[in-house]
């Protein structure tokens, strides 16, 4: 899905030029659907033969190294990409045309899109399959084969994807390089919270064996942070109020006019 | 282009080619929403309800009954108030049941059958659909949240069990075993036990609900429709909030890191 820009200002250079490219979102998708299927897998190959114990020499090889790898390896790739997107930052945002602005709101968009589907994986798949581990499972860990997939694995990744999501928006584009867009903060800050909150949610789990019930109280905080996501209605309310604006610069007033 | 196309495009003030970019914006934001719709739906369902609906045999008259519909239209009214807000568009709670009902199928059968080796008679999961599309219907005529939240909480939860109804019942049948009588759900999970869910700690049907004459279900019934009506508007005012647009200006050091001059942001 590619659409293509012809110009009818003269702020915009005349060549025609991409409004949104999918190439990269439809990467990024297959990279994650990649990475998750993956674990997936590999669950199903150890998590009940190697990770019942935590005490076992095969848990330390086969989860407890998965643990260790993935962990750096995600805020790794995600600290390239935060300092990648602050320090090729535009210096000059205030001068951009309409017609790169339209773009980066296009981008935002697709960096939404990558961000939510990061996020569903999290709320639907492995949730679920860590409800599936504990109502099976008597848990010996922290450290499940469930939850290092879904708390370090699948966590980390969307919070990645979601501080990416608000510096490119911060760095690239005027409306929110002017002003603290509250509903952003909160799509990205709210949900990105839940991984501190597995601090509260573990150190109650060592005096109460709860998972059978997964609705205790202990688990509460999870969804709280979890509505937080519905305040993207404010930031698309943000960006369609300019991008509406922006369509008008390249919608000529003789198109308007003529029937 | 046909006349009356020209005609749309001169309304909508838009040229071809920025109605072009403004249908492929539409086509994005609704898979942005989609996902989102489906991530929220579920986390606040998982944590909150999730309990009553994994397994056939949690199923009960008292609690399933009750906190299945209070649970889900928390979500399905949040996004109803932001789609009727943002779009004028009355599918907000269909939207949710739906794409819930995609989610839990793929989790119940990859996670629960396909890593647990439960089978799906023990995990087939509840919907909401139809009070769903019952409160859409009903924004949809009145236009109104708060007749919306009176009818349509009401009608919600009055319509879970018995819409779920035609599912379960055949769960519900009761069965003699080793002498005791038993749902054929129970039976189930006798035969796939749970080590997380041991029985002594089984939250259904507790107290004295099941003495009322044998009306239990229609007790559970009714009072959560009397929560749903207020969940209902609680969760509108929550969604129709989240809609709000609100920024704060960034400071003169912060905005000159990307060449702005303070007085020249403000503009």
Redesign the interface.
């Known amino acids: 899905m590619s659409v293509q820009v012809a110009s009818t200002t003269g702020k915009d250079p005349q060549k025609p030029a991409r409004v949104f490219n999918i190439l990269p979102v439809a990467i990024a998708w297959g990279v994650m659907l990649a990475f998750y299927v993956s674990l997936r897998l590999y669950q199903q190959a150890f998590a009940f033969k190697f990770g019942l114990d935590s005490t076992s020499p095969d848990f330390e090889i086969y989860w407890k190294a998965l643990f260790k790898i993935e962990v750096p390896a995600i805020f790794g790739i995600g600290a390239v990409i935060w300092a990648y997107l602050w320090f090729t930052r535009d210096r000059r945002i205030n001068d951009i045309s309409p017609g790169t602005e339209l773009k980066r709101y296009f981008t935002l968009i697709g960096w939404f899109l990558v961000y939510t589907f990061s996020f569903l994986w999290v709320a639907n798949f492995f949730g679920e399959g860590d409800a599936t581990w504990h109502q099976t499972v008597i848990r010996d860990t922290a450290l499940t084969p469930s939850h290092i997939v879904l708390f370090y694995a699948c966590i980390p990744t969307y919070i990645v994807v979601g501080v990416g999501t608000l510096i490119y928006a911060t760095t690239r584009i005027p409306a929110f390089a002017k002003s603290y867009s509250v509903p952003l903060l909160m799509v990205v800050v709210g949900p990105g919270l839940i991984l501190p909150n597995l601090g509260y949610n573990e150190w109650g789990h060592a005096f109460w064996f709860t998972e059978e019930t997964f609705s205790h109280p202990l688990h509460w905080g999870f969804p709280v942070l979890g509505w937080t996501a519905l305040a993207i209605g404010g930031v698309l309310l943000q960006v369609m109020r300019r991008v509406s604006e922006l369509f008008k610069v390249f919608t000529p007033a003789a198109s308007l006019t003529a029937k | 282009m046909t006349e009356n196309d ?2 749309v ?2 309304v909508a ?6 109605a ?3 249908r ?2 539409d ?3 609704i ?2 929403a989609a ?2 719709v ?3 739906t ?3 369902f ?6 009553w609906d ?1 397994f056939t045999d949690f199923k009960d008259r008292q609690y399933w009954v009750v ?1 299945y519909p209070i649970v889900q239209i928390m979500m399905a009214a ?1 996004f109803q108030a ?1 789609f009727w ?2 779009f004028r568009l009355p599918f907000g709670a269909t939207a949710s049941a739906f794409l819930f009902g995609l ?2 199928w ?2 119940r059968y ?3 059958m ?3 080796h439960f089978p799906l008679t023990l995990v087939v999961p509840g919907t909401f659909m139809v009070g769903a599309m019952i409160l859409d219907g009903i924004l949809t005529v009145s236009r109104a949240w708060l007749v919306t939240g009176l009818f349509g909480g009401t009608l919600f939860g009055i319509t879970f069990y018995a819409s779920n109804w035609i599912v379960f019942a055949p769960y519900f049948q009761p069965v003699e075993n080793m002498g005791q009588l038993s749902s054929l759900a129970d039976v189930i999970g006798y035969v796939f036990p ?5 029985e002594y ?1 089984r ?1 259904i049907e507790r107290g004295t609900l099941r003495t009322f004459s044998d009306s239990s279900t229609w007790v559970s019934v009714f009072f959560s429709c009397f929560i749903c009506i207020f969940m209902y508007m609680l969760w509108w005012l ?2 129709a909030f ?9 400071g003169d050091r ?2 000159l ?4 001059k303070p007085a ?3 503009k």
């Not at chain 2, 003030?13 to 920025?18: P, Q, V, W």
């Open positions: 020209r005609e495009l001169r003030g838009l040229s071809g080619d920025t072009r970019w403004s492929t914006f086509y994005l934001i898979v942005v996902f989102l489906l991530a929220v579920y986390i606040n998982l944590l909150l309800a999730g309990d994994f906190i949040a932001v807000t943002l989610g839990v793929l989790v990859h996670s629960w396909g890593m647990a749970r080590a997380g869910t041991p700690i939250i929550i969604g989240a809609c709000k647009a609100a920024s704060v200006p960034t912060f905005k890191l990307f060449g702005m020249e942001a403000t």
